[in-house]
């Protein structure tokens, strides 16, 4: 008969705060607690979002900005490194 183990206080290395759990955690893990995990999820959310933003925008700017002769060139670059592998 398998029985249930009683649940560890551990501490959040962010936060400092206690958080009960009943998974074991071994000795290198970083113990993060459910409020942080969610904090950091955010801050990647965001980050995501932002870069998604700046990539829409970026290519096209990138594009105008550049004359033809560089576009040119670039390509040309390219096109010089993918046949050479």
């Known amino acids: 008969m398998e029985y249930e183990r009683p649940m560890k206080r551990i501490r959040c290395d962010e936060c400092g705060e206690t958080f009960m759990t009943r998974r074991r955690v071994g000795n290198m893990q970083i113990i993060i607690c459910p409020a942080c995990v969610a904090d950091r999820q955010k801050a990647h959310d965001a980050a995501v979002e932002l870069g998604r933003r700046g990539g829409i925008v970026g290519g096209d700017a990138r594009a105008k900005k550049l ?12 096109a010089r490194a993918r046949w050479d592998q």
């Open 67 to 78: 004359s033809p002769k560089r576009r040119t060139e670039i390509a040309r670059n390219a």
